[in-house]
């Protein structure tokens, strides 16, 4: 299965790398196929496609007074667990901080600990004369987007004037610029009345975190993408009000995309408010606290986010892995939704997840391989290598079985290091039965056969997406 439609066919591989597509029942110089290779994988049935990208992952992201509970080495066996087999993330740069040292920071904590191949986008935590000018040297080094973030002031926080002279430089450059679109001044000021009011558990965070500061935000990123010509890819969105506003920059003609996440199709803050365990009451909830938020399913966010993949207003599914155990790390939260350590962990289970858009035909097969892996690879400069089964890509591969049964939970299916699921209890239809990653088998139905630093850094060209 491809992008662009199904057939038949064998998948020839030679070491790291796919060596032809051929019909079912050809010779290989005269000789039968199977009769000339090492090994064959019998995939009678099923599909094989190519392997996930996850385009938007936080393994070991120092936030929210703690770090991200995955490490590369825990957080890339998982998603190679659910045939996910490259994931690009987020290298930090803080205020004050050289981006060349984040970087480098971040390359000394994946290399030689990841099971599948990475890339990194870098997150301008800091813009100023310095940042920017280091802004450019990114290319060179296989870095070809950056992310700013209109929330988090006092973390990550860029002012409209410093989103504007780094988009500059990336219309200058070819860089693509992400934006974590939330207005992040009013969220906290809208958090800091509902604690003061006694308003403390997590549902009040995605009570803070209004639809309206999304859309505002995300119009405020496309107005300055069009003032300065520079690209944008909005992150994580969840609101379908800023849908609109994708839609209506892209029928403008501007190059503005969009990426969701299994959380906003699939769950909402009612679920979040109705949350609670004899372990942690209504504290239960934090297992959820992410941003942006999880939407009311009143609005109608989630029906309309599953319209925008059909449209494509939305070009593709990210996880935003970011994950966070209860104990000890959400419940620095504990008296005060603000403390909550934001973010949720679905590395290992995004191909499963979105592959129920096809079960239950919201999406046809073919989207599902573009959303997860082709358009990532196609956005982020890798498509050819990765994103695609065809001769000279790497042998990146995997063999869905949509006969099978996979059943999440943190006694069932569950690699990440998260003492909790926060898709426990859903029953997907169809498993991850071989994972290929650049050739080599790390998962054989039910087995692990990886190893840290079998995944290498994946060198990434500028987008080839953009028009
Ligand atoms: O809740 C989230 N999304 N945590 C990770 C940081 C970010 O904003 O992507
Ligand atoms: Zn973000
Ligand atoms: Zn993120």
């Known amino acids: 299965v491809s992008a662009t439609g199904r057939s038949p066919a064998d998948v020839l591989i030679d070491g790291e790398t796919i060596a032809a597509v051929l019909a079912p029942g050809s010779t290989l110089l005269g000789h039968d196929l199977a009769a000339s290779v090492d090994r064959v994988i019998d995939a009678t049935g099923k599909y094989v496609i190519p392997g996930g990208i996850d385009a938007h992952t936080h393994m070991q992201l120092p936030f929210g007074g703690t770090s991200a509970s995955d490490t590369f080495e825990t957080g890339t066996r998982a998603a190679a667990w659910g045939g996910t087999t490259t994931i690009v993330d987020f290298a930090v740069q803080r205020a004050g901080e050289r981006i060349q040292d984040g970087l480098a920071h971040w390359h000394e904590l994946a290399a030689g600990n990841c099971a599948i191949d990475y890339g990194f986008h870098q997150i301008v935590g800091g813009v ?22 209109m929330a988090y002031p006092g973390v990550f926080y860029a002012d409209d004037a410093q989103i504007l002279r780094a988009m500059q430089v990336a219309a200058d450059t070819g860089l693509l610029t992400m934006m974590h679109a939330e207005n992040g001044p009013v969220i906290d000021v809208l958090a800091e009345q509902l604690v003061a009011a006694g308003n403390t558990d997590p549902y009040f965070h995605g009570v803070a975190r209004a639809w309206q500061m999304e859309e505002e935000a995300t119009h405020r990123a496309i107005m300055l993408s069009h003032l300065t010509g520079a690209p944008l890819y909005v992150v994580h969105v969840s609101a379908k009000q800023a849908v609109e506003q994708l839609a209506w920059a892209r029928d ?25 365990s004899e372990e942690w009451g209504a504290f239960e909830g934090a297992k959820w606290v992410c941003s942006t938020p999880l939407r009311s399913k009143h609005e109608g966010h989630q029906h309309h986010m599953w319209q925008a993949l059909r449209t494509n207003d939305i070009q ?13 790390q959400k419940t620095l939260g504990f008296g005060d939704f603000r403390a909550i350590p934001n973010g949720i962990g679905s590395v290992e289970h995004r191909m499963d997840l979105m592959y129920q858009g096809v079960v239950t035909g919201q999406i046809t097969l073919e989207r599902w391989v573009e959303l997860t892996s082709t358009t990532p690879a196609r956005m982020f400069g890798m498509y050819g290598k990765k994103g695609v089964i065809a001769p000279g890509a790497d042998a990146d591969v995997v063999v869905y079985d949509p006969a099978g049964h996979t059943s999440i939970g943190v006694d069932k299916t569950h690699h990440m290091n998260m003492d909790h699921s926060a898709w426990e209890g859903f029953e997907i239809d169809g498993h991850v039965d071989t994972v290929i990653s650049r050739g080599k088998v790390v998962v054989d139905d039910g087995t692990y056969l990886g190893s840290p630093g079998d995944g290498r850094f994946v060198k990434r060209g500028l987008s080839q997406y953009l028009v």
Do not use: R, W
């Not at 100023?128 to 973030?149: E, H, N, Q, R, Y």
């Not at 003609?253 to 996440?261: D, I, K, P, R």
């Open 128 to 149: 100023d004369a310095d940042s920017l000018a280091a802004l450019p040297g990114l290319i060179d080094d296989g870095v070809t987007s950056f992310k700013m973030f």
């Open 252 to 276: 403008n003609g501007q190059n503005v995309f969009g990426e969701t996440c299994p959380q906003y199709l699939y769950l909402s803050l009612e679920d979040q408010l109705g949350a609670s």
């Open 316 to 328: 593709m599914v990210s996880t935003d892995h970011c994950p966070f155990c209860m104990k000890d």
